[in-house]
C-alpha cells in the first residue's frame, strides 16, 4: 500500500461545520443575495407550475403514491392526530 492510500481525509468547509452553523451561514447568503437583488423570488404562478411537474413526475408511480398514503395513515394513527386537527 502507498502513503497516499492510508491519508486520512479531513472535511472542510461546511463539511466541517455543524449542523447549527451551516444553517447560519446558508441562511445569511440567503438574506445577502435577497438584499442585492440576486435572489429569485417565484411568483405565484411560477411556484404553482413548478409544484405541478414535481406533482405529477411522482404521481406517476401509483405504488409510491399508496406506500405515502398508508405510512401517513398510520404516522396519524399513532399520534393520535385527527383531522380535525388538518381542518
Known amino acids: 500500500m502507498s502513503d497516499h492510500d492510508e491519508t486520512k481525509v479531513t472535511p472542510r468547509g461546511f ?6 452553523r451551516r ?3 446558508a441562511s445569511l447568503g440567503g438574506r445577502i443575495a435577497h438584499a442585492r437583488g440576486r435572489a429569485h423570488r417565484f411568483t405565484p404562478e411560477e411556484a404553482r407550475k413548478a409544484g405541478q411537474k414535481g406533482g405529477s ?15 401517513g395513515n398510520a404516522r396519524e394513527d399513532a399520534s393520535g392526530t385527527t383531522e380535525e386537527a388538518w381542518t
Open 57 to 71: 413526475q411522482i404521481s406517476r408511480n401509483r405504488k409510491h403514491m399508496a406506500e405515502l398514503g398508508r405510512r
Open 23 to 25: 444553517r447560519e451561514v
Open 15 to 20: 463539511a466541517a461545520m455543524d449542523e447549527r
